[in-house]
């Protein structure tokens, strides 16, 4: 398994500083003239790889706008090339789950849609020009067009803006572009600049081994660099434990099957960084307000000065970064808890990659915070790392179905507690929700893709199953009383 490592470089100097941010203003250029080209679907989509426009560039003796060298426009071709493919891939990713829910469609169009979708160039290719088309999928014209409308509509729905450069803060080279050499028990590393056969020579902390393709990134709060690079992680051996179900929350990071919840704290710290976003967003909106307001009464000098010393922005990005970054240290604490304390030989859950508004706008702030794929990225690679496997389920009526006797209601659910209201089974909820999703690994009707819909008739007509074979005796160790 392959990870990205970070080495840190110290602080540089301005002379330094300047040429560094100098190669990523202009590399930040040059790969925002090729994610315009990649940006026509037709282009992209009709492109076999990257070195197809790097080798049409070099055969019109292309020299690069933004005065980068040869190897560094390259670099950033290659860079906005694989951007928009990740773009594809990920909507071919998101358009797979919608497909898998379409239950009017026939199996040969459900076939010829995921083998659109399996292959990002004819996604692009679908939306730029003429639909792909296989002589394997016997398809008529009018059900083949069904699926090609509909993919496109939902391309077009789901996409959001075309890919950009927000920021110049990073530029990528390979192994021709740097050197790592040791002087004097320090470690440097010496990187091409915007001057052919000239170097600038950063001192890095540590005693990190580098090698192949790197991406130098600025950190400018502290005035150094970081160099990410891509290693080999040693493989754990396969854990042994049972199987443990986990359900993520908000005041705390997890509830395994068994109750025991991992990060009790973490509640705490998004509501202090919810509130304190808000806060500082509705001082941010009356500042803004009075800079308006001064701007139209002919006041520049006053509504220049609060835009230039209350209106920016680099102490905010600093702030929800690090925000970002103790978040991200719980969640990686409470992971590396569970798997030492539970052992278990897969972790079963639903995918954490919540999105859409909450029941208070409050609670959307926290969720906003939790849920933009964090946890979901740390528990899917800690669990490989450390010899466990993360195992998808379908969450849906988790959290309202008794554990116990199987009845589904909302109002079995009050918060964080959980009664039935049929059977009295009382519970934390989470753990409830956990114990639901384990059960759901190996269930064969409710797949991951099962349509909400359909899975509360499937736990409806079970629970009615259970009654009528009960007649009068127990089911789960309970007598049913209705």
């Not at 860079?79 to 239950?103: C, F, H, I, M, P």
């Not at 080999?232 to 099957?257: I, K, M, W, Y």
Request: with cysteine; aromatic share 8%; proline share 2%.
């Amino acid at each position: 398994m392959i990870r990205t490592i970070k080495a840190y470089s110290l602080a540089i100097n301005t002379t330094k500083w300047v040429i560094v941010d100098s190669i990523a203003q202009a590399y930040a250029s040059e790969k925002a003239d090729h994610l315009q080209t990649f940006g026509n679907d037709a282009i992209f989509g009709n492109a076999d790889r990257h070195e197809q426009f790097r080798d049409a560039l070099l055969d019109a003796n292309y020299i690069s706008p933004n005065n980068l060298q040869a190897r560094m426009w390259k670099m950033a071709l290659k860079d906005a090339y694989e951007t928009v493919l990740k773009n594809w891939a990920s909507l071919a990713v998101g358009l797979r789950s919608k497909v898998a829910r379409l239950e009017k469609w026939t199996a040969a169009q459900n076939h010829y849609a995921h083998w659109l979708l399996n292959d990002e160039k004819r996604l692009a290719r679908l939306v730029g020009e003429a639909a792909p088309i296989t002589d394997r999928i016997d398809l008529p014209l009018e059900k083949r067009q069904q699926v090609q409308n509909y993919l496109r509509r939902e391309v077009r729905r789901h996409r959001g803006k075309r890919a950009r450069v927000k920021f110049a803060r990073s530029f990528c080279l390979d192994a021709n572009m740097y050197t790592i050499y040791e002087e004097k028990g320090r470690l440097y590393i010496a990187i091409c600049t915007l001057i052919p056969r000239e170097r600038v020579k950063i001192p890095l902390t540590g005693k990190d081994i580098l090698s192949g393709n790197i991406r130098i990134v600025l950190d400018r709060d502290k005035r150094r660099i970081e160099v990410h690079y891509t290693a080999e992680v040693a493989r754990h051996d396969p854990l042994q434990g049972d199987s443990l179900g986990l359900d993520a929350g908000l005041t705390e990071v997890f509830t395994d099957d068994q109750g025991i919840k991992y990060g009790s704290e973490f509640g705490q710290t998004l509501e202090k960084q919810a509130d304190e976003i808000c806060d500082n967003g509705k001082k941010r909106n009356k500042l803004r307000d009075l800079e308006k307001k001064y701007r139209f009464q002919g006041k520049t000098k006053k509504a220049n000065h609060i835009r230039k010393f209350n209106l920016g922005t680099v102490k905010q990005q600093h702030k929800q970064r690090n925000m970002q970054i103790e978040i991200v240290r719980q969640v990686n604490t409470e992971i590396n808890h569970l798997l030492e304390s539970r052992q278990p030989e897969r972790i079963v859950s639903e995918k954490l990659n919540l999105r859409g508004q909450a029941q208070s706008k409050r609670m959307s702030r926290r969720v906003c915070s939790w849920a933009r794929g964090t946890v979901d990225e740390r528990l899917d690679f800690k669990a490989s790392a450390g010899g466990s496997s993360r195992k998808h389920v379908n969450p849906a009526y988790s959290s309202q179905m008794c554990s116990h006797c199987g009845y589904v209601d909302k109002k079995n659910r009050n918060g964080d507690t959980f009664q039935c209201r049929y059977c009295r089974h009382r519970d934390a909820a989470d753990t409830v929700a956990a114990r639901n999703l384990l059960a759901r690994l190996n269930d064969p009707d409710i797949t991951l893709f099962t349509p909400k819909e359909r899975v509360k008739i499937i736990l409806l007509d079970r629970f009615n199953a259970r009654l009528r074979e009960a007649s009068g005796r127990s089911v789960s160790g309970r007598t049913l009383e209705p």
